[in-house]
């Protein structure tokens, strides 16, 4: 069964940088789309950045131009480069991976917490 197992999450100043790792495990169809989300107690889940095949990355305007997804050489982990982390950044970050064959398919890590404080 595919499994998303998180780690990098921590506590950062701000303007400072975090890297978050997302290692994914199973049998994963080909035409999948990779994601990052982010939750705080007042938002629910948020859409920060995904990836549909070899398509460009699609980021929210709140993260353009500060977050980075990238993925390794085997594809097996993903990444989510966090710069020029604010305060308002700071939440449960979670990794998703989707797809559709037969039916939909919809994986979530176990989410990591990122504070941003001075």
């Known amino acids: 069964q595919v499994q998303l197992v998180q780690s990098g999450g921590g506590l950062v100043r701000p303007g400072g940088s975090l890297k978050l790792s997302c290692a994914v495990s199973g049998s994963i169809y080909s035409l999948h789309t990779v994601g990052w989300y982010r939750q705080t107690p007042g938002t629910g889940r948020d859409f920060i950045a995904s990836r549909f095949g070899n398509n460009t990355t699609t980021y929210a305007g709140s993260v353009k131009g500060r977050f980075t997804m990238s993925r390794d050489n085997n594809k097996n982990t993903f990444f989510l480069q966090m710069n020029s982390l604010k305060p308002e950044d700071t939440a449960v970050y979670y990794c998703?991976?989707?797809?559709?064959?037969?039916?939909?398919?919809?994986?979530w890590g176990q989410g990591t917490q990122v504070t941003v404080s001075s």
């Open positions: 998703n991976l989707n797809w559709y064959s037969d039916k939909y398919y919809d994986y």
